[in-house]
């Protein structure tokens, strides 16, 4: 098959086009959010393939993958017919949870994909048939040594996405561990939290280089109030870190008991970085639970086949 999709979300969809299909991403000059291309800080295969929208009428194209909703008017353009789609929600709801209606929702002949049971929980559908197909992390290893006293948190932009993805928390988690804050623009963060610069460190770092700096931490901590569910928090398992995480959305089916500690309760969650901390052969014996955990359930293999299943449905 030939699947049309755009390069929004590169975690995602380095692990979708491990796939046996072709993947046609489109191309513009100036690289923008309709046209990146190919990723160049994740490894694709060569079977992902770019084409300039002025050249998408002439290519085959058995299904679309939808991630955006402004996606539709452009098939309409580039394409000038409409190829089965599947529209995939990425996202947990904003705005009048539980009673926001999914832009997918009008869309003649589209199937919803959620990456969450929370998400499809949550979202209004209306008629529009919805299913889930959970991540799939292709697997870095279990690399973590837990040979650094601090604790790694991964997170993009925390300073403008503020209470969602919980950075006026890291003060209490500074106070249990030293952080490391992995992600994109998060330089200045100490300082505009009003934490010491030992305990509260900012890290930008390139996908390949990534994985080895969070394993040489001793803890994980997700401290997201509201997403549908951060992809380096499955990474962090896989890598075998034990894991302290805020019981919300879909943490709670992600990491299952001894795998981590999972509450609502800050108290709670700072001991539990502590004793992590305070102890490495704890850490180990939680974070192989949680390695063994992820890949039950986030493995590539079954992404892949629950994808294939539905392509060919949908397809037919």
Known sequence: MRILLWHVHGSWTTAFVQGPHTYVVPVTPDRG?????RART?????????VPPERLRDEHIDAVVLQRPHELALVDRWLGRRPPLVYLEHNAPHGDV???RHPAADIPGATLVHVT??????????????TVIE??????????????ERAAVAVNEPLRRGRTTGTDLLPAFAEAAPLDVFGMNTEGLADRLGILA?????????????????????VYVHPVRWTSLGLSLLEAMHLGMPVVALATTEVTEAVPAGAGVVSNRIEELTDAVRDFLADPLHARMVGEGARAAALARYGLSRFLDDWERLLKEVAR
């Open 33 to 37: 959010p309709d046209g990146l291309g």
């Open 42 to 50: 994740w490894d694709w295969p060569d079977s992902v393939v770019e």
């Open 98 to 100: 539980p009673d926001t």
């Open 117 to 130: 049971h929370f998400n499809r929980l949550m979202w209004d559908a209306g008629a529009t048939p919805s």
């Open 135 to 148: 991540h799939g992390i292709i697997d870095p290893g279990p690399l973590w040594t837990g040979e650094l």
């Open 198 to 218: 030992e305990r509260c460190r900012s890290h930008e770092l390139v996908q390949a280089e990534l994985h080895a700096a969070m394993a040489r931490r001793r």
